[in-house]
């Protein structure tokens, strides 16, 4: 069973940092992509950055310049490091993943969530 368990969330200041971490788990042949999605209440959620095999990154523009994701391909772990944030920062952070995987019918490709974390910015 392929799992993704994130952690690093919490409260900080405004212009503070934080760093979320996902672990992925399970039989995992391949990680074609993972990334980081936010909900923030009220709101649809919204891809905040991503990172595929070969090292391409994704940002929202929200983000840039002052969020950076990072890939350890040996480990099937993805970080975010979140700088100079914001009160509009305040989110539920998923952990989400393109993997393929094994599992008692096969291999096969699918998409997965983590729990997700709670990161809220304010003084």
């Known amino acids: 069973q392929v799992q993704l368990v994130e952690s690093g969330g919490g409260l900080a200041q405004p212009g503070g940092s934080l760093r979320l971490a996902c672990a992925a788990s399970?039989?995992?042949?391949?990680?074609?992509?993972m990334g980081w999605y936010r909900q923030a209440p009220g709101k649809q959620r919204e891809l905040v950055a991503a990172?595929?095999?070969?090292?391409?990154?994704n940002y929202a523009d929200s983000v840039k310049g002052r969020f950076t994701i990072s890939r350890d391909n040996a480990k099937n772990t993805t970080s975010l490091q979140m700088n100079s944030l914001k009160a509009e920062d305040t989110a539920v952070y998923y952990c989400?993943?393109?993997?393929?995987?094994?599992?008692?019918?096969?291999?096969?490709?699918?998409?997965?969530w983590g729990k997700g974390t709670l990161v809220t910015v304010s003084s």
């Open positions: 989400n993943a393109d993997l393929l995987v094994g599992h008692l019918g096969g291999v096969g490709r699918g998409n997965y």
């Open positions: 399970g039989t995992i042949f391949r990680i074609y992509a």
């Open positions: 990172m595929t095999s070969d090292g391409s990154t």
